[in-house]
């Protein structure tokens, strides 16, 4: 499975971006999907998730301003973000648990990251 993060870009404080995240490859079952994001010269902190029953959690500082939302056939994720601050600007990635079918009946708990897609807020 591989993920591929789209949608960064340069805004303007108090704008918006919507970034998105495909799925692709041997794809049995996606479970939680995720954004994390890694500011410069900071660790990678996680942003939002959402598990396939489309039940969502946020880290607060972004909470009523960043939308996690997924599109299960399609095998999506996107992150709405409004409002945004010079403090989002970061390097976002998407992060996805799913299982990989190695054998009739058996299947393997895996993880896979995207490539990161870069956000910058402008103040």
């Known amino acids: 499975v591989q993920l591929q993060a789209s949608g960064g870009g340069l805004v303007q404080a108090g704008g918006s971006l919507r970034l998105s995240c495909a799925a692709s490859?041997?794809?049995?079952?996606?479970?939680?999907m995720s954004w994390y994001r890694q500011a410069p010269g900071k660790e990678r902190e996680w942003v939002a998730s959402?598990?396939?029953?489309?039940?969502?959690n946020y880290t607060t500082s972004v909470q009523d301003r960043l939308t996690i939302s997924r599109h299960t056939l399609r095998n999506m994720m996107y992150l709405q973000m409004n409002t945004l601050k010079p403090a989002d600007t970061a390097v976002y990635y998407c992060?996805?648990?799913?299982?990989?079918?190695?054998?009739?009946?058996?299947?393997?708990?895996?993880?896979?990251w995207g490539q990161g897609t870069l956000v910058t807020v402008s103040s």
């Open positions: 992060h996805a648990y799913h299982k990989t079918l190695v054998a009739p009946g058996t299947a393997r708990d895996d993880e896979v």
């Open positions: 490859g041997s794809i049995w079952i996606i479970n939680t």
């Open positions: 959402i598990d396939r029953d489309g039940r969502t």
